[in-house]
């Protein structure tokens, strides 16, 4: 059974920084995409960045771009998300998921297995 388990979310104000995990069971983490997804009230889910199991290419959303850093450590099956320069519109609960795809991945389709998500509250 995949299990993705986050953490590292919680309360900073604007201009702070937080890092998120994602640690993953029952999946062969180094044959999957790490996307990380958010979601704020009252708003869809939305993609902020995924790194590729091919070449650990990394992709952003144009809100995270300069300000995000996404990451894995495949000996520790875990991928991470590095959030510099917190804004309060990136309040929302954030999600990992995994994909087998290497591309379109910007795409809740492209995922099949999704984390219980993590709040993360900046504050102004």
């Known amino acids: 059974q995949v299990q993705l388990v986050e953490s590292g979310g919680g309360l900073v104000q604007a201009g702070g920084s937080l890092r998120l995990s994602c640690a993953v069971t029952g999946r062969t983490f180094t044959s999957v995409s790490m996307g990380w997804f958010r979601q704020a009230t009252g708003k869809e889910r939305e993609f902020v960045a995924v790194i590729s199991w091919t070449r650990d290419i990394a992709v952003y959303a144009n809100s995270a771009k300069g300000r995000f850093t996404i990451s894995r450590d495949n000996a520790k099956s875990t991928a991470y998300l590095q959030m510099n320069s917190l804004k309060p519109e990136d309040t929302a609960v954030y999600y990992c998921?995994?994909?087998?795809?290497?591309?379109?991945?910007?795409?809740?389709?492209?995922?099949?297995?999704w984390g219980q998500g993590t709040q993360v509250t900046v504050s102004s």
């Open positions: 998921a995994t994909s087998p795809r290497s591309s379109g991945l910007a795409y809740e389709s492209a995922y099949d297995s």
